[in-house]
């Protein structure tokens, strides 16, 4: 499939520096002061690795995760550029001269171009924004924030620990900042439907957000949503329900933002429900072909608030 009714970020990058681009996931051991003790237990959904690739915990340093990963992609998909990632939990909670040198390690590497570094809204300040901004501007640089919803009452009852405002007011300083700014949002998040995941589309693209992540809401053993989903009180989306609430929240970005994901990435493992969110390739498909079906595209439902 050649055109897409959304712009990727592989299109992005192959316009940007005209070669394949990789993101390698690294795992600094951090943690996340919705999960630390004196809060709540975190999202209902978060997987116990912080969504991440465990590495730390076996004992795996960053310059070897680093060094690992880019052979690894170099010689599976002939990458000669890459994307330092910051994945597990949130890598800017700490205080600036660690995060200083956790990002560092990536300085001996010209091959990364770019820095991602997934956060979360309440763990972000002017000092921590020059800090990353000053990896720029001969790498691309990202801040990567989780929204999932931009309902007030959604947030608690995922016992998500910040609420709207405190998304709008971290994107609005990141925008002072020569940095891109990446939302994440779920769908299928209890009590939502179509209206919510509009409404959420709708706000982020009226915000200075370069980059979306979309995500399903997928059950993880162990997690206080498996626990609902065990008594009933749960049900997740199927396949073509997430399609269609996905086309919709694509059409209502504006369409010069980047799609980074347009679904989530379960470890199979790990996985209680639904079995599909196993099928990327799948899901990818179902996507474009409800767009195509719908004769939707990005942006073509934008307006502003
Ligand atoms: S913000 Fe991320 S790591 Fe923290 S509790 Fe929520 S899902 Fe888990």
């Known amino acids: 499939m050649s055109w897409l009714?959304?712009?990727?970020?592989?299109?992005?990058?192959?316009?940007?520096?005209?070669?394949?681009?990789?993101?390698?996931?690294?795992?600094?051991?951090?943690?996340?002061?919705?999960?630390?003790?004196?809060?709540?237990?975190?999202?209902?959904?978060?997987?116990?690795?912080?969504?991440?690739t465990g590495a730390?915990?076996?004992?795996?340093g960053?310059?070897?995760?680093?060094?690992?990963?880019?052979?690894?992609?170099?010689?599976?998909?002939?990458?000669?550029?890459?994307?330092?990632?910051?994945?597990?939990?949130?890598?800017?909670?700490?205080d600036v001269e660690t995060?200083?040198?956790?990002?560092?390690?990536?300085?001996?590497?010209?091959?990364?171009?770019?820095?991602?570094?997934?956060?979360?809204?309440?763990?972000?300040?002017?000092?921590?924004?020059?800090?990353i901004s000053s990896y720029g501007p001969e790498r691309l640089v990202w801040v990567e924030y989780g929204l999932q919803s931009a309902d007030d009452e959604t947030l608690k009852r995922i016992n998500r620990g910040h609420d709207v405002k405190t998304f709008i007011d971290a994107v609005n300083l990141t925008g002072q900042y020569p940095i891109r700014t990446c939302a994440h949002i779920?769908?299928?998040?209890?009590?939502?439907?179509?209206?919510?995941?509009?409404?959420?589309s709708r706000l982020i693209a009226n915000l200075p957000v370069t980059d979306v992540k979309l995500h399903l809401l997928y059950i993880i053993k162990g997690t206080p949503i498996e626990d609902m989903y065990i008594k009933g009180l749960y049900r997740p989306l199927g396949m073509d329900e997430y399609a269609q609430a996905a086309a919709y929240v694509l059409a209502?970005?504006?369409?010069?933002?980047?799609?980074?994901?347009?679904?989530?990435?379960?470890?199979?493992?790990?996985?209680?429900?639904?079995?599909?969110a196993m099928e990327k390739a799948l899901v990818r498909t179902a996507i474009i072909e409800k767009m195509e079906h719908l004769h939707l595209h990005q942006g073509m439902m934008y307006s502003k608030l």
């Not at 560092?104 to 000092?127: F, M, N, S, V, W």
């Open 5 to 52: 009714p959304y712009r990727s970020l592989s299109s992005f990058l192959r316009e940007k520096f005209g070669c394949r681009v990789q993101k390698i996931s690294l795992d600094a051991g951090m943690s996340c002061p919705n999960r630390d003790t004196g809060r709540k237990g975190g999202c209902i959904y978060c997987n116990p690795r912080g969504s991440g």
């Open 252 to 276: 209502h970005l504006r369409e010069d933002m980047v799609i980074q994901r347009i679904t989530g990435d379960p470890h199979a493992d790990e996985l209680a429900a639904p079995a599909w």
């Open 62 to 94: 960053l310059k070897e995760q680093i060094e690992r990963q880019m052979t690894f992609m170099a010689r599976r998909y002939k990458a000669k550029a890459f994307i330092a990632y910051f994945q597990s939990y949130s890598n800017t909670y700490a």
């Open 186 to 200: 779920i769908i299928g998040l209890p009590g939502e439907g179509m209206e919510q995941y509009i409404n959420t």
């Open 56 to 60: 730390y915990a076996q004992g795996i």
């Open 99 to 131: 995060l200083k040198s956790i990002y560092d390690k990536i300085l001996p590497y010209p091959e990364i171009i770019g820095l991602a570094i997934g956060t979360r809204p309440d763990c972000i300040d002017r000092e921590k924004l020059e800090l």
